[in-house]
Structures are given as structure tokens and as C-alpha cells.
């Protein structure tokens, strides 16, 4: 993302200038050289291939092309990434970790807002990706289950777990998996020193302390109060 200045980017062949109120996309995993070419500056943001929803084979056909920061999503992508690098310092994991998923979302969507390429997944990709979208947005709620994601995707709930057989967890395990880890990102987290294992567990949907730490135990090989730096209140 540029914000100042020029640069040149160069891959698969392919070159492009990118000047203020520009952006454009580059895979690490293949040859590449961005050169500046005067005092500038940019932001660099490192987005997992998956999240534009991409086979392999067209992720070329959205590198090395030019992206508009200037209106629509795309400012908005920009506007909200820029914003949240200046703000880093004061958010604590977890919510690094939302506000990356935001900005990954608001690429992907600048993305397919302005190329008319085949970015938008598989319908079952699409499915299994509304499905994570819900479970991470209700996580909190005690009462989520799959009975709320069947009715929320509108589809049945022996549809939903058809769709989810490709995973390595079923929607249950994905749901148990992401409240515990927001829970371990919390326990870690010098800012929550103040809270309580148990006020940060019931926090995440969780509603009986010892099913929560046999379950912490069971994924991460130790207690939530072992995980926990420093004195731990329970």
C-alpha cells in the first residue's frame, strides 16, 4: 500500500508502478523485486493465499496488478489497515487477531470488487467460510450450536456437516477449538493479568470451570493456570 512516493514492482513477467493511493499484491513464494524509487512510504501486509480464496493456478492473475486506495472497499481496506498499524501498541492478542481477519476480509472483498476473475470460492469453500465467520462472531454466546449455524447458513444441519468433512475438525471441535484458543490468547496476555481464569473462560461461552480446563489440558498438553505467566486467580 502506498502512501508516499513511487515504487516498481516486478513478477511473473509482469511490472507495474504503484504511486500514492495505490496497491497492489505479490506472492513471497515465487521471484519477485520491488524496487523504490524515491523516498516513500508504504505499508506491507503478509495475507495467507487462502484468504483471497484463490486456486493456486489464479492467484498469478491477481499479482502484480494495480488496486485502488482511493474509493470503495479498497479505501476502506487501506484506511482501516493503516489505522490499525498506528494503533497495534494498545490491542492485545486477541484482538490482533480480529482486526487482522478484518483486514484480510476487506482485501479480499477490494479484491473481487475490482477484478472480474474467479476469486469467489467453491460454493463449499464459500459455505465452510460462512460457517467460521458465524462461529468466530458467536463464539461468546454459551448457547451457540449447531442447530444456530444450520439456521443462521440457511441450510440443514446434515448439509452443513457434509460441507465441513474436508476439515480436520468437525463444526463442534472447530467451535470448542476457537473458544479455547481465544481463551489461551487472553491467559497469555499481560492486559488480562487482572481477570480471573474463570471470568475469561465464561467469557468465551465456556459455563463449567472443570470441563474448560480439562479441555485446555486435553489441546494444549497443560492448565490454563500453567499457561498463565505470573500469579493466576481461579
Known amino acids: 500500500m502506498q502512501i508516499r512516493g513511487t515504487s516498481l514492482l516486478d513478477q511473473d513477467d509482469r511490472t507495474t508502478l504503484i504511486e500514492p493511493g495505490e496497491w497492489s499484491l505479490y506472492d513471497t513464494a515465487r521471484p519477485y523485486h520491488l524496487t523504490v524509487l524515491e523516498e516513500s512510504e508504504m505499508l506491507l501486509l503478509l495475507l495467507p493465499r487462502e484468504r483471497l480464496y484463490t486456486p493456486q493456478s489464479n492467484l498469478r ?20 489497515a493503516h489505522v490499525a498499524f498506528d494503533e497495534v501498541a494498545t490491542l492485545n492478542i486477541s484482538q490482533s487477531v480480529d482486526v487482522a481477519d478484518s483486514i484480510s476480509q476487506m482485501i479480499r472483498l477490494a479484491v473481487h470488487d475490482t477484478l472480474s476473475v474467479n476469486v469467489t470460492p467453491p460454493s463449499s469453500e464459500m459455505l465452510c467460510e460462512r460457517i467460521k465467520s458465524y462461529v468466530t462472531s458467536h463464539l461468546r454466546n454459551p448457547e451457540l450450536s449447531i442447530d444456530d449455524v444450520a439456521k443462521a447458513i440457511r441450510c440443514t444441519k446434515r448439509y452443513l456437516h457434509k460441507t465441513f468433512e474436508k476439515e480436520e475438525l468437525s463444526i463442534s471441535e472447530y467451535i470448542l477449538r476457537q473458544r479455547l484458543e481465544r481463551c489461551r490468547q487472553q ?30 489440558k486435553e489441546a494444549f498438553g497443560m492448565s490454563p493456570r500453567a499457561v498463565r505467566p505470573g500469579p493466576t486467580a481461579t
Open 61 to 80: 492473475r491477481l499479482t502484480v496488478r494495480k488496486f485502488s486506495a482511493r474509493a470503495g472497499v479498497g479505501k476502506l481496506a487501506c484506511q482501516f
Open 187 to 216: 491467559l497469555l496476555d499481560s492486559g488480562c493479568a487482572d481477570r480471573s481464569i474463570t471470568d475469561i473462560a465464561f467469557s468465551w461461552g465456556f459455563n463449567n470451570s472443570n470441563h474448560f480446563s480439562r479441555c485446555f
